[in-house]
């Protein structure tokens, strides 16, 4: 079973910087796409950004273009999530996935790290 933990979330003012890390176990995470989700009070999750094993492909959502990065230390087995001009939008509980089979699926999944964004 892989273990996954977020950390760095926070309260920052609207146009700020905050960087996600997720933690993960396993000797293999070297072969784990990994995403970062979020959920907002009363929404659905929502995707956020994702990064393929080797680190040369990214993948975001619309909303976090241009603003958000996501990279891995396949070393370290963490992954982050900088997050650039944060909007009060931005405001959610945010969740790392590990997809460990490679289906598209993400079958492991941190407790969440709150990011809150004020006006």
């Known amino acids: 079973q892989v273990q996954v933990v977020e950390s760095g979330g926070g309260l920052v003012q609207a146009g700020g910087s905050l960087r996600l890390s997720c933690a993960a176990s396993?000797?293999?995470?070297?072969?784990?796409?990994m995403g970062w989700f979020r959920q907002a009070p009363g929404k659905e999750r929502e995707f956020v950004a994702a990064?393929?094993?080797?680190?040369?492909?990214?993948n975001y959502a619309d909303s976090v273009k241009g603003r958000f990065t996501i990279s891995r230390d396949n070393a370290k087995n963490t992954v982050y999530l900088q997050m650039n001009n944060l909007k009060p939008d931005d405001t959610a509980v945010y969740y790392c996935?590990?997809?460990?089979?490679?289906?598209?699926?993400?079958?492991?999944w941190g407790q969440g790290t709150q990011v809150t964004v004020s006006s």
């Open positions: 996935g590990a997809d460990t089979d490679g289906i598209g699926a993400y079958n492991y």
């Open positions: 396993g000797r293999t995470f070297w072969r784990y796409a």
């Open positions: 990064i393929w094993s080797s680190g040369g492909r990214t």
